[in-house]
């Protein structure tokens, strides 16, 4: 099982998940992070690590976040590796806690 970035990343894109990643599975679009699921060695690292609550074991999705999981593997294999911790968006703080942001999602 992997770990997967959900909805409530989309337009806070905090970054603290990636500086504790041992292998380096995460993956930058401009305004949500993805994880690779072949890469992600389900160490649970990432999970607490994550300010908006945004990253779920596969099989402890909440329920409405499927699609997330063919999201972040068809992302994580066309946006590039983030490995440093960077600024969450300006916005950030505003848009934690918004339900349903799937249509903000920018490829």
Do not use: H
Not at 2 to 28: G, L
Not at 38 to 50: G, K, R, S
Request: aromatic share 10%.
């Amino acid at each position: 099982m992997a770990f997967i970035v959900t909805d409530n990343c989309i337009r806070c894109k905090y970054t603290d998940c990636v500086e504790v990643c041992p292998v380096d599975c995460f993956y930058e679009g401009p305004n949500f992070l993805a994880i690779n699921p072949d890469e992600c060695i389900d160490c649970a690292l990432c999970e607490p690590e994550c300010p908006a609550g945004a990253i779920f074991s596969e099989d402890e999705l909440p329920e409405g976040q499927e699609v997330f999981v063919e999201l972040n593997q068809e992302l994580s294999l066309i946006w590039p590796n983030i490995t440093e911790q960077k600024d969450a968006l300006p916005d950030a703080a505003q848009w934690d806690g918004v339900e349903d942001k799937l249509e903000y999602l920018e490829r």
